[in-house]
Antibody, heavy 119, light 113 residues
Framework: QVQLQESGPGLVKPSETLSLSCTVS????????WSWIRQPPGNGLQWIGY???????NYNPTLNSRVTISLDTSRNQFSLKLSSVTAADTAVYYC?????????????WGQGTMVTVSS | DIVMTQSPDSLAVSLGEGATINCRSS????????????LAWYQQKPGQPPKVLIY???TRESGVPDRFSGSGSGTDFTLTISSLQAEDVAVYYC?????????FGQGTKLEIK
């Protein structure tokens, strides 16, 4: 049973870079597509972007210039970097896995990690 | 971007009664080459991540009770809970995976009347 676990700082200062990792256990990261999704407090879900098992990426255009998703197959992890953060980036950040037949429907989710942007 | 709009925003239903949640996409999510609707439904309980219930608009995920069903095609979709149980209290989201950026509806909060 594949499990995902997010990790990283819970507090980031405005204008700095948010960095999170997602550790994949119970399966290999070298298959499937891996996404980051976020949810501001009391609000809905926003897809941030994905990275494929081969390292190709696709980002949400609303965040495109600030987002980098990378893969570390040796650690079975993938990571998110979001630069120049503001209070609007305060959210629960989830990592997720797509089905083997499509990148964009998510059948495995991490528990989520709350990130607050504040000085 | 494909905009997903759900209705209603909230819904209160008596235990044992049926519940219906609607979702409309701003453009069709039906892919003509395989005749599949790229639409999923998720359930999110407080403090938990979303859980997929339905994909391809009407295919139930393994382990999901058969009281949950999905229907619709093109731009209009429905999630139906045939007989509401207490554990179904949650927020429900539809999501299109037809094209990036993948987008979600705003959510429908389901409560017990």
């Amino acid at each position: 049973q594949v499990q995902l676990q997010e990790s990283g700082p819970g507090l980031v200062k405005p204008s700095e870079t948010l960095s999170l990792s997602c550790t994949v256990s119970g399966g290999s990261i070298s298959t499937y597509y891996w996404s980051w999704i976020r949810q501001p407090p009391g609000n809905g879900l926003q897809w941030i972007g994905y990275i494929s098992y081969s390292g190709s990426t696709n980002y949400n255009p609303t965040l495109n210039s600030r987002v980098t998703i990378s893969l570390d197959t040796s650690r079975n992890q993938f990571s998110l970097k979001l630069s120049s953060v503001t209070a609007a980036d305060t959210a629960v950040y989830y990592c997720g896995r797509g089905y083997n037949w499509n990148a964009g429907a998510f059948n495995v989710w991490g528990q989520g990690t709350m990130v607050t942007v504040s000085s | 971007d494909i905009v997903m709009t759900q209705s209603p925003d909230s819904l209160a239903v008596s235990l044992g009664e049926g519940a219906t949640i609607n979702c409309r996409s701003s453009q069709s999510v039906l892919y003509s080459s395989n005749n599949k609707n790229y639409l999923a439904w998720y359930q999110q309980k407080p403090g938990q991540p979303p859980k997929v219930l339905i994909y391809w608009a009407s295919t139930r995920e393994s382990g999901v009770p058969d009281r949950f069903s999905g229907s619709g095609s093109g731009t209009d979709f429905t999630l139906t809970i045939s007989s509401l149980q207490a554990e179904d209290v949650a927020v429900y989201y539809c999501q299109q995976y037809y094209s990036t950026p993948y987008t979600f509806g705003q959510g429908t909060k389901l409560e017990i009347k």
